[in-house]
């Protein structure tokens, strides 16, 4: 077995990859700990250290991966994914570069790409971006045709909220997300009552319609892409037809059919003379 095959097996590992997942915990956790300027202050050196060692841990890592998967490396987007959050990490965080340093919580990140499941999770969202870009094209028209009926409406009883068409749009975006909303509505109904039609429909249309739409298109993209994932049996027999164990049984018995045939072709003459 050559070098890159051992790597490659090391790379592919199990421990290996949970190796992974905990020094990203550990890192996340580090990360949240450097917040805090009491233990910055006690701990700062060791802080340091540990996210050094974290860090070279990681480009030995990546540099493993690519040594092991040469081209292939390059044909995943996940690996794209790590390498760019690791060459992030590597920049300097001095100087007019300082403000880089707070990129290094990117790193938490990489627990999208190490556990299977968040990817499935995130593939299913990339899958949903067609069908949420058209609700959200819905939604802008909802929230511009409400803001115009608004502002026409409620400007002179609570230009606070209705002045404008812009404050109107940021106004109807916060009822559209819960905050706030009673108060805003109260204040126009003390001298428009007729107006909670208004605010009733809109919330109706916006919360209750509008934004369920996108948990709809997300879910139905996550159950795509869970169906779309092949189950385990099905790598179990790809391997089996396709892996180098099968194919050194196939030649086995394809020499022990030579053997036989052989074999029988030698006992037919025999035969033949007694």
Known sequence: ???????????????FQRGVIALILVNAVLLGAETSPRLVAAHGELMRALDLAILGVFVLEISLRVYAHRRDFFRDPWSWFDLLIVLVALLPSSGPL???RVLRV?????LLSAVPSLRHVVGGLFKALPGMASISIL???LLYVAAVMATTLFRATAPQHFGDLATSLFTLFQI????????????VMEEQPAAAVFFVLYILA?????LNLFIAVAVEALEHEQDDEPSSSDDADAAGDDGPDNAAIMA??????????ELRGARAPAAEDA
């Open 106 to 110: 990117l790193r938490v990140l990489r």
């Open 98 to 100: 300082s403000v880089l």
């Open 139 to 141: 939604v802008g028209l």
């Open 1 to 15: 077995m050559s070098v890159r095959e051992r790597v490659q097996r090391v790379v592919s590992a199990p421990w």
């Open 206 to 210: 916006s919360t209750f319609i509008a």
């Open 252 to 261: 086995e018995l394809r020499a022990l059919r030579a053997e036989l045939a």
């Open 176 to 187: 559209m997300t819960g905050d706030s909303w009673g108060s805003i509505a109260r204040t």
